[in-house]
């Protein structure tokens, strides 16, 4: 009879730990190797501004891998909560399912805090103005692109932004790690289901 894979999908194989739960076992999370870039199988390529998600075998990069592991826990333990921050934005995700976090929630979850949610004026003021001109011109490069109608007129340039033009070129996943010292600045406070998402630009 064959063991239980340990990443095995089902929300019955393990228990699933609440905010509470978390403080009060003082557990530590070990997260998905996937989610940690780790896997020696299967890397992940996810753009947080498509939300288009599939992956490669390192080994054979010839060709894309389906996205097959979407239903399996994001931890161990499995946690009804997963917080995730970035140093390149600066918003804070929150992942809830009650039945355990899956890899599948944090991909979704990711893809619709920044695709379908505005920045802010009061977000966009904060910025230098290098870099608001920089946010504009990759919003209106982003808006024109997919545009090849000939005698079309140009597209008025976009007045508001999505949280996905503020990452400009960096919207590929890269791997979400523990990083207690930057989310006890960010956030005040650290416990172990917060994450550090690092991206890429490709």
């Known amino acids: 009879m064959d063991s239980v894979a340990k990443w095995a999908a089902g929300n019955s194989y393990g228990p699933v730990l609440s905010q509470t739960d978390l403080y009060l076992l003082d557990a530590q999370l070990e997260l998905h190797p996937v989610l940690a870039n780790e896997s020696p199988s299967f890397q992940l390529t996810f753009n947080l501004s498509t939300g288009h998600s599939s992956g490669y ?5 010839d060709h894309d891998l389906p ?15 997963l917080i995730i921050i970035t140093e390149v934005s600066p918003w804070c995700t929150i992942v809830r399912n009650p039945q355990g976090v899956t ?3 944090v991909v979704t979850t ?19 103005p ?5 946010l504009r011109r990759y919003a209106a490069s982003a808006s024109a692109a997919p545009n090849w109608q000939f005698y079309s007129p140009a597209p008025a340039p976009p007045t508001q932004y999505r949280r996905a ?9 890269d791997r979400l ?13 650290y416990a172990p289901n917060i994450f550090v998402l690092v991206l890429t630009t490709y």
């Open 103 to 105: 890899l599948g929630d």
């Open 57 to 61: 075998n390192p080994e054979t990069r």
């Open 177 to 189: 790690m523990k990083k207690e010292s930057y989310s006890r600045q960010r956030l005040g406070y």
């Open 165 to 173: 033009d503020w990452l400009r070129e960096k919207v590929f996943f």
């Open 110 to 128: 990711l893809y619709k805090e920044y695709s379908e949610k505005l920045v802010t004026d009061k977000e966009f003021d904060s910025l230098p």
């Open 67 to 81: 996205f097959n592991q979407k239903e399996e826990p994001a931890t161990l333990p499995r946690v009804e909560e």
């Open 130 to 134: 290098r870099q608001q001109e920089q």
